[in-house]
């Protein structure tokens, strides 16, 4: 299968900075990514569509704002999560999307997990 | 009423059992279904995708979609405690070209006991 790589795989930071999360298809090409974000023992739940070369699509109630999402290549979408919060402390994962012979694919991430102190 | 209902669990039966999971789903304009293994603070692994209505088989995993029912499964035949993990089913209405949302169930804990 396809390979989709985070970056970094943890981290911890103080109240009030900003965290940036890579996500890379390693060995594909993936003009639509999916950020995710997970609390314990609960799914996945979409934060937004991030697509190359143009604004990220955001459900509701997530802050594009808080949560910025660049997509300036076909293998990289990065998520900064801004003026971070113990609230934000979660689990984020990265997905991207892959579509070849007939199929709709979505390849995750392994995750970071966010912990603000 | 979510869009997809999946029983969280946890389920845990013996080793060599025969695992059935479950998802039902109301919208009938989904066409692909997918199961995904997601083990403890690991991202999602994709095990069975599926096209409409119908049995897929790979290995020990065999996924069943019943678009008249809105009711897709997957059968796990002697389970492994490796297959401990929780698994989640996923669907989406999109044809390929398209830029669709895969719609999460809430997923099932299940656990194999050695």
């Known amino acids: 299968g396809a390979v989709v790589s985070q970056h970094p795989s943890r981290v911890i930071c103080k109240s009030g900075t900003s965290v940036k999360i890579e996500c890379r298809s390693l060995?594909?090409?993936?003009?639509?990514m999916f950020w995710y974000r997970q609390f314990p023992k609960q799914s996945l739940m979409l934060m937004a569509t991030?697509?190359?070369?143009?604004?990220?699509?955001?459900e509701q109630g997530v802050e594009k704002d808080k949560f910025l999402i660049n997509h300036a290549s076909l293998t990289l979408s990065t998520l900064t999560v801004t003026s971070a919060h113990p609230e934000d402390s979660s689990f984020y994962i990265c997905?991207?999307?892959?579509?070849?012979?007939?199929?709709?694919?979505?390849?995750f991430g392994p995750g970071t997990r966010l912990t603000v102190l | 009423q979510k869009e997809v209902e999946q029983d969280p669990g946890p389920l845990s039966v013996p080793e060599g059992a025969i695992v059935s999971l479950n998802c039902t789903y109301s919208?009938?304009?989904?066409?692909?279904f997918m199961w995904y293994r997601q083990y403890s603070r690991k991202g999602p692994e994709l095990l069975m995708y599926?096209?409409?209505?119908g049995n897929k088989e790979d290995g020990r995993f065999t996924a069943q979609v019943d678009k008249s029912s809105k009711y897709i499964s997957l059968f796990i035949r002697d389970s492994q405690p490796s297959d401990s993990a929780t698994y989640l089913c996923?669907?989406?209405?999109?044809?390929?070209?398209?830029?669709?949302?895969?719609?999460f169930g809430s997923g099932t804990r299940l656990s194999i006991r050695p």
């Open positions: 997905s991207a999307r892959r579509v070849s012979g007939g199929r709709n694919e979505q390849f």
């Open positions: 060995d594909f090409q993936a003009t639509t």
């Open positions: 991030s697509n190359e070369g143009s604004k990220a699509t955001y």
């Open positions: 919208n009938s304009a989904f066409q692909y």
């Open positions: 599926t096209y409409s209505s």
């Open positions: 996923a669907m989406s209405r999109g044809l390929p070209s398209s830029a669709s949302k895969i719609i």
